[in-house]
Structures are given as C-alpha cells and as structure tokens.
C-alpha cells in the first residue's frame, strides 16, 4: 500500500488514540492534528509524528483521508468547515467515529468525487495512552462508501483490529447495546453501592466487594453465556428472597431502586427459565410479585 495521508480533526480521547496508532503505521503519514484546545494538542505532542498541530481548520495540510473526531453534535459542521478550506480537486475520504450516526450525514455534504464512511472502535477511550496499548484486537465497525471501507479496513487490519460491517439503518440500535453493555454497567456498579450503603456497609468496603464478584461474573459471561452464567435467587427461583428485597425496598420508600429491581429481575427470569434449573411455577410466581400482581 502506498503512504496515505492523513488529517485528524478533533484531538480528544478517541482522535488521540487514533493518531497515536496511526503514526506508527509505515502506511500512514500524519499531515495535521487539529484541536481547537492547544491543550489537547500538547498532550500528544510528544506521542505522535505529525507534520503539523494547528488549532486553526483553515490551516490543514492536504491529505488523503480526513478522521473527524470531535463530538457528533459538531460532526457535519466540522466537515463543512472543511470543505470551505481545500481545493477543489482533492478528492479526499472524510470519515467519522461515531457510534450511532450513520456517515450518510457526511455523504450529504461532501462535494461529487469525495466519499465519506464511519468507523467506530468498540472501546472505552478512558486514557489514549492506555487504549493504544490495548488496541488491538479491538472490534471496529465499519460503513459507507464501498471504496473507502475497503481502504479503511486495510488500515485497521495493520493495527490489528477486528473488522466487521454495521448496516447504517440500524446504528441506534447498534449503539444502544454498547451502552447497554458498557456505561449501563458502571450504573449498576453503582446502583449496587448505594444499596449496600442501606445495608450499613461504606462505600470503599463496597467498591472491595464488587471489585471481585463483578470480575468473576465477567469471566463466567464470557466463558459461557448470560443464562449459564446466571446466579441467585432468581436463577434458583428462590421466591421467599426475591420477596424479602421487594419488601426492604418498599418499606424504606425506595421506589426508584424498586423499579430498576422489578425490570431486571423480569428479564433474569427469562434467562433463568433458558437455564433450566428452577422449577417453572417458582418463576411464574416470581414473574408475578416483579409484575406487581400480587403482593
């Protein structure tokens, strides 16, 4: 593959991360890193080779593909702001990262002969130098214009990612089980925080507790599946406990931690009933005090 060139717009978590493995393709030329915080700007400085940082859009370099990675919001603006600055016969791929838009946005905008295409990272960007250690292998999605998808994978499979397709029609649902799996979990963590602070237990002997029952959770889920891996009251279809925690929530008046309880304790169900291990009528009975149908 020949060098190609390229323009990072938008130096946060995830363009940060990206620069940084990008420049250490022998593939990839980093033209302009641009940010309008030049504080963003010099904490990569020293982690990526770029030609030029700049915190003016006006002044990029021309390039071959342009990553827009700021937040979605200012996806399309940015763009436009763009395409007001480079020549008329650069024929460049533009593309963004997000999870959930479709990179039609871009195609709308974007003059004949260009393309536009999304690639979405499935990884927490917490910490770029953190994320580059631990990139690959990551799984990344991709759509779009069909040239500039296969050139995009090409790129990715060099930095060791796993690539698969996204049908553009359905990126909320797409997104939605991202969040789901991930910043939804960090609600339960601390869902589970604040009811053991009811127990009378403190919060950093809380952190402790879950800090190990959360990992070995983890690793039964994806050593086997959710149904198999599904542990107690529920899975043993324990009805007089399920009953005790709706009574401790009702009599202290906690009616938002009782309906988070009674919503998942309804789709536990169905994964206790794929388990097969509690009797059917204890389930039913169950489904029945979650449903608040008897009491």
């Known amino acids: 593959m020949s060098t190609l060139a390229v323009n990072i717009i938008g130096a946060g978590k995830a363009g940060a991360t990206l620069a940084i493995l990008l420049s250490r393709l022998d593939s990839i030329k980093i033209s302009t890193i641009c940010d309008c915080e030049p504080a963003r700007l010099s904490a990569i400085y020293d982690l990526v080779k770029a030609d030029k940082l700049t915190t003016n859009v006006n002044a990029l370099k021309p390039a071959d593909i342009y990553f827009i990675t700021t937040p979605d919001d200012l996806i399309v603006s940015t763009c436009e702001e763009i395409i007001s600055t480079i020549n008329s016969d650069e024929k460049p791929i533009f593309v963004h990262c997000s999870g959930a838009l479709p990179s039609s946005i871009l195609q709308s905008v974007i ?3 260009c393309s536009a295409a999304c690639v979405h990272p499935v990884k927490s ?4 130098e953190s994320a580059v250690k631990t990139f690959s ?6 759509e779009g214009s069909e040239t500039a998808v296969s050139k995009l994978k090409s790129i990715f499979q060099g930095l060791e990612a796993n690539c698969f397709d996204i049908n553009p ?6 997104h939605a089980a991202a969040v789901f799996s ?6 339960l963590i601390e869902l589970g925080l604040q009811t053991y602070e009811k127990a009378g237990i403190n919060r950093e002997v809380s952190m402790h507790i879950l800090d190990d029952i959360a990992k070995d959770t983890v690793a039964n889920i994806f050593s086997s599946s959710p149904s198999k891996a599904l542990t107690g009251p529920i899975a043993r279809g324990d009805v007089s406990t399920i009953k ?3 009574d401790a929530f009702e009599n202290n008046s906690d009616s938002k931690l009782l309906n988070i309880y009674k919503a998942l304790g309804m789709i536990a169900t169905e994964l ?3 388990q097969g291990l509690a ?3 204890s389930i039913q009975y169950i489904k029945l005090l979650l449903s608040d149908h008897i009491n």
């Open 182 to 187: 991930c910043n939804y979990l960090n609600v």
């Open 137 to 142: 292998g990551t799984y990344c999605g991709f």
């Open 272 to 274: 206790s009933e794929e």
């Open 125 to 128: 960007f917490a910490d770029p």
């Open 244 to 246: 005790k925690h709706i």
């Open 111 to 113: 003059p004949p002969g």
């Open 279 to 281: 009797d059917e009528e």
């Open 169 to 174: 029609e359905r990126k909320a649902h797409y």
